[in-house]
T-cell receptor
Framework: DAGVTQSPTHLIKTRGQQVTLRCSPK?????VSWYQQALGQGPQFIFQ???????QRGNFPDRFSGHQFPNYSSELNVNALLLGDSALYLC??????????FGDGTRLSIL | RKEVEQDPGPFNVPEGATVAFNCTYS??????FFWYRQDCRKEPKLLMS???SGNEDGRFTAQLNRASQYISLLIRDSKLSDSATYLC??????????FGAGTRLTVKP
């Protein structure tokens, strides 16, 4: 039973570039949430996808967008990257009101 | 005011000590509460859910006070392997999870 998987593990980009991060939820889960975690901080909610639609969104600019596919996997896209976007990006999946399970994360560095 | 606030820490305790973490939340409509554990450069992992009646899992005890909007985690007989950051998590009625900034615990020999 595979858990939440994310790719890539690490990524280095430069300011102004665009990035796509990917997530496959745990088997049986239908909801995917994305978080940004800066060093020394707790995860900050970006948005949540359910039934291929963005259901909830945190306080992040429109540069952050996402998508959920019919197989429940999800992508996070960030445009016009800024230095401040450097962080660990975590994907979490869940089913109904059960607790979320996290992937290992993608560590994004912006130069 | 932050939605979820935790003790800033860090907590440095000897093996065998008892340590308690506190957490307060601002949304009175919050539905579910959890403690997650995060090791350095790793993903958060669910430690335990927190129920109104309080609940215990081995050396770990979680308490919830809805009236005061307060959650606690007690760790008894600390082990070296308990060293981690403990995240207080609150889920609201929209199913959104809000994380505290975390409290760092270091257990020393």
């Amino acid at each position: 039973d595979a858990g939440v998987t994310q790719s890539p593990t690490h990524l280095i980009k430069t300011r102004g570039q665009q990035v796509t991060l990917r997530c496959s939820p745990k088997s049986g889960h239908d909801t995917v949430s994305w978080y940004q975690q800066a060093l020394g901080q707790g995860p900050q909610f970006i948005f949540q996808y359910y039934e291929e639609e963005e259901r909830q969104r945190g306080n992040f600019p429109d540069r952050f967008s996402g998508h959920q596919f019919p197989n429940y996997s999800s992508e996070l896209n960030v445009n016009a990257l800024l230095l401040g976007d450097s962080a660990l990006y975590l994907c979490a999946s869940s089913l109904g009101r059960e607790p979320q399970h996290f992937g290992d994360g993608t560590r994004l560095s912006i130069l | 005011r932050k939605e979820v606030e935790q003790d800033p820490g860090p907590f440095n305790v000897p093996e065998g000590a008892t340590v308690a973490f506190n957490c307060t939340y601002s949304n009175s409509a919050s539905q579910s509460f959890f403690w997650y554990r995060q090791d350095c450069r790793k993903e958060p992992k669910l430690l335990m859910s927190v129920y109104s009646s309080g609940n215990e899992d081995g050396r770990f005890t979680a308490q919830l006070n809805r009236a005061s909007q307060y959650i606690s985690l007690l760790i008894r007989d600390s082990k070296l392997s308990d060293s981690a950051t403990y995240l207080c998590v609150v889920k609201d009625n929209n199913n959104d999870m809000r994380f505290g900034a975390g409290t760092r615990l270091t257990v020393k020999p």
